[in-house]
């Protein structure tokens, strides 16, 4: 299983982002999705998941600006994130809990991060 993320860069605060992570390889089903960040010196947090039946849930420092979503049969997961702020600078990875076609149990698979910079 890999996951490929997209859609980082620069952006000003105010400003909008939409982040993609796309998995591929041999996938039998791939449960709950989730983006997760590290701020510079900071710990990795949670930023939102969404499980495979779309119940989301978000990070308090976002919610109300970002929207997650799925396509289950392109096995791709996006985070729209709106009005940006400072803080929001940070390394954005996904995440997905997922079972190989050649394992019966599932378990976490994480892309390559994207650098998200937010200025003023």
């Known amino acids: 299983v890999q996951l490929q993320a997209s859609g980082g860069g620069l952006v000003q605060a105010g400003g909008f982002l939409r982040l993609s992570c796309a998995a591929s390889?041999?996938?039998?089903?791939?449960?709950?999705m989730g983006w997760y960040r590290q701020p510079p010196g900071k710990q990795r947090e949670l930023v939102a998941v969404?499980?495979?039946?779309?119940?989301?849930y978000y990070a308090d420092s976002v919610k109300g600006r970002s929207t997650i979503s799925r396509d289950n049969a392109k096995k791709m997961m996006a985070l729209q994130m709106n009005n940006l702020k400072l803080d929001d600078t940070a390394v954005y990875s996904c995440?997905?809990?997922?079972?190989?076609?050649?394992?019966?149990?599932?378990?976490?698979?994480w892309g390559q991060g994207t650098q998200v910079t937010v200025s003023s």
């Open positions: 995440k997905v809990g997922a079972r190989p076609t050649d394992s019966y149990s599932f378990r976490d698979y």
């Open positions: 390889g041999n996938i039998f089903r791939i449960e709950d």
């Open positions: 969404i499980s495979k039946d779309g119940e989301t």
